[in-house]
């Protein structure tokens, strides 16, 4: 004979079993969000597209690839291709974006961080950067020539034995 204790430990076995089953139906979903969330990561795919794009009208330029007549149109149409695609990025409400890729967009922090601080302040901070860098790299590598850190013991660059 089964005990009554193990007929009640499975019943609510199976009704959270049915419970966590039948959950995605009785939940709404917001169709507004799940399309701006869309239309936020097509239009991040998009900016990184024009960029790469960008990028390789840039280089092809420089290797003499597209004549220099062609050249500022093309580069101006690329620009404001890409000046739209920020705009319609920056109608999005912030929370589409943290829904989008699950954090806020950086653009947002830096802007949030350069109001918070003065440009002195700015300075300063860039200048300590500067200076953490440089005592960073303290020698260079007698093979290749490459910077190295005093704590290494072989050349990220060429793997020679630096000690």
């Not at 204790?5 to 199976?14: D, E, H, K, M, P």
């Not at 390789?56 to 093309?74: M, V, W």
Request: aromatic letters at 8%.
């Amino acid at each position: 004979m089964i005990e009554p204790v193990a007929i009640f430990l499975l019943l609510v076995v199976l009704a959270f079993i049915a419970f966590v089953v039948a959950r995605p139906f009785f939940e709404q979903r917001d169709v507004r969000a799940v399309k701006s969330s869309h239309e936020f990561s097509s239009l991040l795919a998009e900016r990184e597209r024009l960029l790469t794009e960008l990028q390789e009208l840039d280089f092809d330029q420089s290797l003499g690839k597209i004549p220099s007549e062609d050249y500022p149109a093309q580069r101006t149409e690329l620009l404001q291709k890409g000046a739209d695609i920020l705009r319609h990025l920056d109608d999005i409400s912030p929370s589409t974006a943290r829904q989008a890729n699950g954090k806020a967009p950086r653009a947002d922090s830096t802007l949030k961080l350069s109001t918070l601080l003065s440009d002195d302040e700015l300075e300063d901070l860039f200048a300590k950067r500067r200076y953490a860098n440089k005592e960073m790299i303290t020698d260079f590598c007698p093979k290749c020539g490459k910077p190295v850190r005093q704590s290494d013991d072989f050349c990220t660059s060429c793997g020679s034995i630096l000690k």
